[in-house]
T-cell receptor
Framework: GENVGLHLPTLSVQEGDNSIINCAYSNSASDYFIWYKQESGKGPQFIIDIRSNMDKRQGQRVTVLLNKTVKHLSLQIAATQPGDSAVYFCAETEDNYGQNFVFGPGTRLSVLP | DAGVTQSPTHLIKTRGQQVTLRCSPKSGHDTVSWYQQALGQGPQFIFQYYEEEERQRGNFPDRFSGHQFPNYSSELNVNALWLGDSALYLC????????????FGQGTRLTVV
């Protein structure tokens, strides 16, 4: 399969614990953000998005927090499962119609049994 | 409902050759974007097609060109391949509306030798 993120920062968590993955962005004009999950051999998979007029959004087992003051985005995964092991990317765009996304460097999440 | 499909999945080319990669967007989507993902990094935006025209372009040389067909499918062409062009090429499709998620295909792994 595809070796995604060979030298990425790694977050290791115990199965059942909560995970928090952080992302700093640089463009203060960005107004739409997405978290993607990428498993080995696959393309990025949409997890959750948030618009700049919000500071929190919840999905199934996932929560995204946006702090525009410090240009910081985080992804919280509740009750982390082995299937959550993957590389996680935050992506930002300021172009509302073009979706020209700028991706962060990624974080590898490793779930320990 | 088929998602984004890309072909081929893997490809090996020699320096100086030309390559064409193909993408069929998710059903109902009219906008196609191409990204290059080097090993260990996040995807980088190459360009985007809408209504058969290149609408946006990232920081990639003219060796990278594309096309969108009336059925919204798209091709990415790379001429005069370099070793540094070796990467995973991802296609993403979306709707031409404000702030909507982009769905990615599984990518084409291009190796230039």
């Amino acid at each position: 399969g595809e070796n995604v993120g060979l030298h990425l920062p790694t977050l290791s968590v115990q199965e059942g614990d909560n995970s928090i993955i952080n992302c700093a962005y640089s463009n203060s004009a960005s107004d739409y953000f997405i978290w993607y999950k990428q498993e080995s051999g696959k393309g990025p998979q949409f997890i959750i998005d948030i618009r700049s007029n919000m500071d929190k959004r919840q999905g199934q087992r996932v929560t995204v927090l946006l702090n525009k003051t410090v240009k910081h985005l985080s992804l919280q995964i509740a009750a982390t499962q082995p299937g959550d092991s993957a590389v996680y990317f935050c992506a930002e765009t300021e172009d509302n119609y073009g979706q020209n996304f700028v991706f962060g460097p990624g974080t590898r999440l490793s779930v320990l049994p | 409902d088929a998602g984004v499909t890309q072909s081929p999945t893997h490809l090996i080319k020699t320096r100086g050759q030309q390559v064409t990669l193909r993408c069929s967007p998710k059903s109902g989507h009219d906008t196609v974007s191409w990204y290059q993902q080097a090993l260990g990094q996040g995807p980088q935006f190459i360009f985007q097609y809408y209504e058969e025209e290149e609408r946006q372009r990232g920081n990639f040389p003219d060796r990278f060109s594309g096309h969108q067909f009336p059925n919204y499918s798209s091709e990415l062409n790379v001429n005069a391949l370099w070793l540094g062009d070796s990467a995973l090429y991802l296609c993403a499709s979306s709707l031409e509306t404000r702030n909507t998620e982009a769905f990615f295909g599984q990518g084409t792994r291009l190796t230039v030798v």
